[in-house]
């Protein structure tokens, strides 16, 4: 079994689908190695591209506000994605590119051990939970899957394009502090 550090290691030097020729960093995930909450989003943006950091563009700043709104602060979770190489022109991921990836990121799964996860946005979410799910209609909706609460929330980016999905995605945040604040319990 691999340790984070190793896991990132081989990533650096990834060739399995073509997001390698295009990017400046692989942006691997980052966060509390150890972290009870997990958020997943699609992949890299320009700035996470050029910076080597997940969700640091705007959509990381509404992202870090939400996280520090419910309580914790982003070194108390872990941060990553579907992709961690940059789609050109920040397309959507395609299938393969995403079956390439996928594999680490399940890697980091098993070796953080989340209580729960935040799919941010419907790619993250169709990956993870269903390919069928649909985003508006299933999101603030739990599931678990081996033993791991999931649960599906809109992109901050999407709330940058559109203010009526701010309030729900702020809900879906309370719910994600009040489920972990259960869980936290009830391992006392």
């Given amino acids: 079994m691999y340790t984070l550090d190793e896991l990132k290691e081989i990533t ?4 399995r689908c ?4 295009g990017r400046n960093n692989v942006v691997f995930g980052q966060g509390n190695h150890e972290a009870n909450i997990m958020f997943i989003g699609e992949g890299p943006g320009r700035e996470e591209d050029l910076q080597g950091l997940t969700f640091v563009g705007a959509a990381g700043q509404l992202l870090t506000k939400a996280i520090e709104g419910i309580g914790f602060k982003r070194e108390e979770v872990y941060i ?20 390439a990836c996928i594999p680490y990121l399940r890697w980091q799964v098993k070796l953080i051990k ?3 996860i935040v799919c941010l946005g419907s ?3 169709k990956n993870i939970i269903d390919k069928n799910l649909r985003i508006t209609r299933q999101r603030g909706q739990w599931v678990e899957k081996k033993g791991v609460k999931i649960l599906p929330t809109f992109h901050p980016a999407a ?10 995605f702020w809900e879906d945040f309370k719910e994600v502090k ?4 259960e869980l936290i319990a009830k391992a006392d």
């Avoid at 650096?12 to 060739?15: A, F, I, L, M, Q």
């Avoid at 073509?18 to 020729?21: A, G, I, T, V």
């Avoid at 709330?159 to 729900?168: A, E, I, S």
């Fill in 114 to 116: 989340p209580k729960i």
């Fill in 18 to 21: 073509r997001l390698c020729s």
């Fill in 159 to 168: 709330l940058l394009r559109d203010d009526g999905k701010k309030r729900p």
């Fill in 12 to 15: 650096h030097s990834c060739r």
């Fill in 80 to 99: 990553a994605n579907i992709v961690k190489c940059r789609p050109p022109n920040n397309r959507n991921p395609q299938e393969d590119e995403m079956q």
């Fill in 123 to 125: 790619i993250a979410a």
């Fill in 178 to 181: 009040r489920v972990y604040e």
